[in-house]
Structure formats: C-alpha cells, structure tokens
C-alpha cells in the first residue's frame, strides 16, 4: 500500500457494508459469513461487479461491453464508475457508486443496453465465474479526480 501511496495523487476510501452479493470470486463466496445491513433510510451505494471471462466468449464479450458503457454514464443517480482490470487477462470488474439502491436496480435492470447483456450472458456463456455484490456507503474520505465520488453530484455539473 505505501509504495502505491507514493505514485498516488489523490487517494479515496469508502467504509462499505454489504447489502447483498451472488457469486464467487476465486472459487469461494467473500462475503457468505458478513450479515447484511439494512438500510431503510437509504442512501449511496456502491457496486462491485466481477468476472472471469473465458477464453472462446472474451470476443463477444469485449464487443458487448461498448453499448453498456456509454448507456451507464447517461444514467440518473450514477456518481462514478470505474473499470477495473486483474491479471491475468480475462479478469474483468466494474466498481460504481449510485445515489441509491433504486438507481442502480433502473440501471441493472430495466436499462435496454445492460438488460440484453444480462440475457446474452446465459445464452453465449461469458463468464466461468462471476461476483456481484452491492454495499452500503458508510463513511468516504479522500477525493478522486478532485471530488469525493460519494457525495451528491452538483446540480449542472457533468458525470464522471
């Protein structure tokens, strides 16, 4: 982490909680033995998606991956989103933060684009393993790109 800190910038933490997550990473479930929070006041939260491509599918995938991510940075309620790579090649995850659990659900699963890469996904078979889980913000400290990704956007500002 300090040599990290030293190449670093900016620098941002966020306390997370897990709300709820399916699937694995590495072959076992990271998150089976966290109780969930609840959150009946709402609140930001955070995403975290990943994958192990398999070799044959990684062409379609890659080329599935453009419409989505255009669709992404048009949704209400995004307050950032990120890729992010693992190696070896074929590790793939996305970390997004949202103004609520409401506005990722309209995003993951009402939004056209990601809609029919959730339906292509069993029919082509992209993944030999797969990780989503959703977390409540507890607490962020730092900035990234000079702003906290957290906190509420400006009203007239771009997304990120």
């Known amino acids: 982490m300090r040599a990290w800190e030293r190449l670093a910038d900016e620098r941002w933490r966020a306390d997370l909680a897990p709300l709820r997550s ?8 990271p998150f089976s033995g ?6 009946p ?3 930001p939260v955070a995403a975290l998606t990943r994958a192990r491509i398999r070799w044959r599918a990684s062409r379609s995938f890659w ?28 590790l793939q995850g996305t ?4 103004d609520d659990d409401a506005a990722l659900a309209a995003f993951a699963y009402r939004g056209a ?11 082509v078979g992209w993944y030999a393993e797969e990780l989503f889980a959703r977390f409540a913000v507890l607490a962020t400290s730092g900035t990234v790109d000079g702003r906290d990704p957290a906190a509420a956007p400006l009203p007239g500002a771009p997304r990120p």
């Open 95 to 98: 970390f997004s933060v949202w």
């Open 113 to 123: 684009q990601h809609r029919e890469v959730i339906r292509r996904t069993g029919e």
């Open 63 to 90: 080329r599935a991956v453009p419409p989505v991510s255009a669709d992404l940075r048009a949704q209400p309620g995004l307050r950032y989103a990120v890729g992010i790579g693992d190696a070896p090649v074929g």
């Open 22 to 29: 399916r699937g694995r990473w590495s072959g076992t479930d």
């Open 34 to 39: 966290a109780a969930a929070v609840s959150r």
């Open 41 to 43: 006041g709402g609140g």
